[in-house]
């Protein structure tokens, strides 16, 4: 095995096993107040069993502190439907209700007012935004409607995302001829392939993701570059069929390799034919995002 590949198992296990599983439920470490000492108790008391809901990267918020774990749990509560459009948010009752500062709301908000969740006005105070205001290319976003009632969407137009951005990239990738970057996306492929045979699927979904965001990356194309972090969430949620390589298996590594075999070959059009391929690995991909027809 190279040391990359070690390496990169090694952490993979290692930033594991802090992780909340799929559909784990954990709770944040704030002290539970007296209902009657909390401001606005009744419309937070609505919302009770939410509360306490941690998306999969709930550890890893854990270690941004309080801010970070507020914005996740505020962007989950207004992503799933808990928040509901128009709904105001006060200050004084999240403060209360979290038993945080002033200063850790203030800031969580203006995080969620970046993503266009919610919306800060003179005398009319903070209040959620409606849907069509959302930046849902934001990776947050994205996860938090990937594990939320919005599931079945959000990995769909996903899919189809990626069936617009991938090919495309490929084939513009073919014709840049970057060795060092060839050599970096075989070693993802070596990776991929020794997780698969030890069944580290942390590792496998790992490699996988930075092989995608890299092939996007060296497309040549800025505003392609720019959505390799969609790329990378898209894998990261995927937790189904739709994403094509969500699971590790020889099918999936063969396609990988002959796109890394195309572009070394400088064939645009024999790398864009493989990523098709392999966003076709599972039928039940075929069906959401048909491959386009042959003329």
């Not at 942390?202 to 092939?215: K, Q, W």
């Amino acid at each position: 095995m190279s040391t990359l590949a070690h390496t990169m198992m090694t952490a993979a296990r290692s930033a594991d096993s802090g992780l909340a599983g799929p559909g784990e439920l954990d709770r944040y470490p704030f002290a539970e107040a007296p209902a009657a000492n909390r401001v606005g108790a009744s419309i937070w008391d609505s919302q009770e069993p939410e509360l306490g809901r941690v998306g999969r990267r709930a550890a890893g918020n854990r270690g941004r502190g309080l801010h970070g774990q507020l914005v996740q749990q505020l962007g989950q509560m207004i992503v799933s439907g808990d928040l509901g459009a128009d709904r105001p948010l006060v200050p004084e009752e999240i403060g209360q209700r979290f038993e945080v500062s002033r200063t850790v709301v203030r800031e969580s908000l203006r995080v969620l007012e970046a993503k266009g969740l919610v919306s800060a006005r003179p005398n009319v105070g903070t209040r959620v935004r409606p849907v069509s205001d959302w930046n849902l290319l934001d990776p947050d976003i994205i996860e938090w409607r990937a594990f939320g009632p919005q599931r079945d969407d959000q990995r769909r137009e996903l899919s189809e995302l990626r069936w617009t951005i991938e090919p495309l990239a490929a084939r513009l990738a073919a014709g840049h001829g970057r060795e060092d970057v060839q050599q970096r996306l075989g070693d993802m492929v070596e990776i991929m392939g020794h997780a698969m045979n030890q069944g580290d699927a942390l590792t496998f979904s790992r490699a996988d993701a930075e092989f995608h965001s890299l092939l996007v990356q060296v497309a040549g194309n800025r505003m392609l570059e720019h959505l390799s972090g969609i790329v990378s969430a898209a894998l990261q949620v995927s937790g189904g069929p739709a994403t094509g390589c969500d699971r590790p298996n020889e099918s999936s590594l063969a396609h990988h390799a002959r796109i890394v075999d195309a572009l070394a070959a400088g064939d645009g059009m024999a790398a864009e034919a493989a990523v098709r391929q392999l966003l076709t690995v599972h039928p039940e991909v075929e069906r959401v995002v048909p491959a386009p027809r042959e003329h």
